[in-house]
């Protein structure tokens, strides 16, 4: 059985904070990462995946990959009250997608 | 921006029923998804289809489940007789045409099933 599994929070930041979202998952031979965000009663948006060690930035969001240690990251920085929604961690399987139950944040202005 | 649509938006039934819920991926995307998620729990993986056939699906996908592409653009998912415990956000998703095992999944807006 696949898991992903993430700290589910709340995550509280003070706007202009660095948040830090954490995610670990069991299938060592997963290739694809990817964070989502989704709002309260809204569908996963997308907004990072990551396939190699290392880091990966796109404007204010940096993905951190270990594969070593099983371990994907989420930094989202100059937090903004609108970040406030619950961050999904995915890992990619031969065709699917295992979710983490999400790790809530709460950025307060 | 091309994005997943999904209708309806909010689907009420009696226990026992068929219900059809339909999506229109992203038109140039070929690999289709279901996922659901009930209220309070992580987002769970029903079925992938490409090429007009089912690729994987999990345990949940079981025989009250069936999915189809009637035509070239609608993405459907039908559950014959519905139970209470399938009362759910059913969320469609698709992917691109590009190295399969790469490729990211968008997701449409969900379709709120309520089983009474």
């Known amino acids: 059985q696949k898991e992903v599994e993430q700290n589910s929070g709340p995550l509280s930041v003070p706007e202009g904070a660095i948040a830090s979202l954490n995610c670990t998952y069991s299938?060592?031979?997963?290739?694809?990462f990817f964070w989502y965000r989704q709002y309260s009663g809204k569908s996963p948006e997308l907004i990072m995946s990551?396939?190699?060690?290392g880091d990966k930035e796109d404007g204010r969001f940096t993905a951190q990959l270990n594969k070593a240690s099983q371990y994907v990251s989420l930094l989202i920085r100059d937090s903004q009250p609108s970040d406030s929604a619950t961050y999904l961690c995915?890992?990619?399987?031969?065709?699917?997608?295992?979710f983490g139950k999400g790790t809530m944040l709460l950025v307060s202005p | 921006e091309p994005e997943v649509t999904q209708t309806p938006s909010h689907q009420v039934t009696q226990m026992g029923q068929e219900v059809i819920l339909r999506c229109v991926p992203i038109?140039?995307?070929?690999?289709f998804y279901w996922y659901r998620q009930i209220l309070g729990q992580k987002v769970e993986f029903l079925v992938s289809?490409?090429?007009?056939?089912?690729?994987?699906k999990s345990e949940i996908f079981d025989d009250q489940f069936s999915v189809e592409r009637p035509d070239g653009s609608n993405f459907t998912l039908k559950i014959r007789s519905t139970k209470l415990e399938d009362s759910a956000m059913y969320f469609c998703?698709?992917?691109?045409?590009?190295?399969?095992?790469?490729?990211?999944?968008?997701f449409g807006p969900g379709t709120r099933l309520t089983v009474l």
């Open positions: 289809f490409y090429n007009n056939e089912i690729s994987e």
């Open positions: 299938d060592r031979g997963s290739q694809s």
């Open positions: 990551i396939y190699s060690n």
């Open positions: 038109s140039n995307h070929l690999y």
């Open positions: 995915a890992v990619k399987g031969y065709s699917t997608l295992t």
């Open positions: 998703a698709s992917s691109a045409p590009s190295d399969r095992f790469y490729n990211e999944q968008f």
